[in-house]
């Protein structure tokens, strides 16, 4: 049987993988960002005759997608796929997804994990960050069954105010997640952002990212998480 000469290109690679330390300070953590991965995953790949290529596009049926491929490049053969990524009106949150999925997919196809980072291998199935501890050590109480709903603090309703009819992140929204985030002990703002990263399932460095819908999301698994904290025990 002949052998495939990309596999056998990506056996010489994971027999010495590239070592990956953290150098990227992140919430409460640091990680190897997607300057290192590239800089040793990517000279590796290429001293083995391999490319990476990696392009965020729309597919066959519209949906906005990353289209990678790991190509040998003497025989052509190709190990190809795409990763989903969300449609974005903010410049930044677009950014900030596409840069994860090109750095996540690398590393899930060639094997590499970085330093103290088991994330990756455990979100395999689950899409979580890899830079970030799992969220069930982190904040357990964000799972919690809601209960006594009518107790929680509400988001404001009505009309919206000037400059409430986009779709970011309201001045009400805010106010009410820093609220909560005190409340819940995530006053601190690396505390908070990291928090709010793992409820979104994507790196957020600044509230002002967050959509309307994303705050919406962040606001109930705080105001979970707040409740569990405030009943007797």
């Known amino acids: ?79 190809a796929g795409r990763y989903p990524l969300k449609l974005a009106e903010n410049p930044q949150q677009m950014g900030s997804a596409i840069t994860y999925a090109r750095r996540y997919v690398l590393l899930a196809l060639t094997g590499v994990a970085a330093e103290d980072e088991d994330d990756d291998g455990q979100a395999a199935s689950g899409r979580r960050i890899a830079q970030r501890a799992p969220q069930a050590r982190r904040e357990p109480a964000a799972a919690a069954p809601e209960r006594n709903t009518a107790q929680r603090a509400q ?31 995530k006053s601190n703002r690396e505390a908070g952002l990291g928090y709010i990263s793992d409820v979104l399932e994507r790196e957020i460095t600044s509230t002002k990212e967050l959509s309307k819908t994303d705050a919406n999301r962040v606001i109930d698994h705080l105001q979970a998480a707040v409740e569990k904290q405030e009943q007797p025990a």
Not at 48 to 69: H, M, R, S
Not at 157 to 180: C, F, K, W, Y
């Open 155 to 185: 988001r404001p309703a009505g009309p919206p105010l000037p400059g409430e009819d986009g779709n970011g992140i309201t001045p009400r929204q805010q106010s009410l997640l820093h609220v909560l985030l005190g409340k819940a002990g």
């Open 1 to 79: 049987m002949t052998a495939n000469p990309l596999l056998a290109a990506l056996a010489d690679f994971q027999a010495k993988p590239p070592t990956l330390t953290k150098n990227k300070a992140g919430h409460q953590s640091k990680y190897a960002d997607l300057v290192q991965v590239n800089e040793q995953v990517l000279n590796r790949l290429n001293e083995l005759g391999i490319v990476y290529t990696c392009a965020p596009t729309l597919d066959d049926d519209g949906k906005f997608v990353l289209a990678y491929e790991l190509t040998h490049v003497e025989s052509g053969g190709k190990l």
